[in-house]
């Protein structure tokens, strides 16, 4: 079975510019998760969607930061304009269902560097 | 809210060694416990997890964890690593009830299994 599919894997920009990156939840899975990892902070939850509905949007930093999910299989998290202190690994994470959504699986990340 | 604390940033071993890495948490209300397991370039992945019931839970590969509700500690253990074993482990934990998906990570303990 094919586990959370994320794109790009690497990414590399100039501060100013959009960045948007991409995920494809597990078929099935009704909850999605946007989280960052950085050194300084450790993992942080960004945003959680049930049935493509964000739920909870609390930990998204600031207005430069957005995310969607248009339909069950895709969303986005998008930055603009992008500043060097948003370089970090960008994971999605999606489970099953809402009553179990404590266990979650991960994509293999985003690295986002930005200069 | 909660807070989670893994004691040992690094724990280097030898194969076929045993090694415990700790896990501490605070919280004011009942919490379901995990460690996540992130190996090099990949994303997290479930390890084992404590719902409810036994104190002591099992993963498939040897990993072994034990809830101690006095001590709000939830230590992992294994009585013989392999270099397979090389990774980052998160201790986790989520609130009861319909805040589940928060998981609260630990910044992580990275395990290296020397030959």
């Known amino acids: 079975d094919a586990g959370v599919i994320q794109s790009p894997r690497h990414e590399v920009t100039e501060m100013g510019q959009e960045v948007t990156l991409r995920c494809k939840p597990i078929s099935g899975h009704n909850s999605l998760f946007w989280y960052r990892q950085t050194m300084m902070r450790g993992l942080e939850l960004l945003i959680y969607f049930n049935n493509n509905v964000p739920i909870d949007d609390s930990g998204m930093p600031e207005d430069r930061f957005s995310a969607k999910m248009p339909n069950a299989s895709f969303s986005t998290l998008k930055i603009q304009p992008s500043e060097p202190r948003d370089s970090a690994v960008y994971f999605c994470?999606?489970?099953?269902?809402?009553?179990?959504?404590?266990?979650?699986?991960f994509g293999p990340g985003t690295r986002l560097t930005v200069t | 809210a909660q807070s989670v604390t893994q004691l040992d940033s690094q724990v280097p071993v030898f194969e076929e060694a045993p090694v415990e890495l700790r896990c501490n948490y605070s919280?004011?209300?009942?919490?379901?416990l995990f460690w996540y397991v992130q190996y090099p370039n990949q994303g997290l992945q479930l390890l084992l997890k404590?719902?409810?019931?036994?104190?002591l839970v099992e993963s498939i590969n040897g990993f072994e964890a034990e809830f101690n509700k006095s001590q709000t500690s939830f230590h992992l253990r294994k009585p013989s690593v392999h270099i397979s074993d090389t990774a980052e482990y998160f201790c986790?934990?989520?609130?009861?009830?319909?805040?589940?998906?928060?998981?609260?990570f630990g910044k992580g303990t990275l395990l290296t299994v020397n030959p």
């Open positions: 404590y719902l409810s019931g036994s104190t």
């Open positions: 986790a934990v989520s609130p009861y009830g319909g805040s589940n998906y928060k998981l609260t």
């Open positions: 994470a999606s489970s099953l269902d809402r009553e179990r959504s404590y266990e979650q699986y």
């Open positions: 919280s004011s209300v009942s919490v379901y």
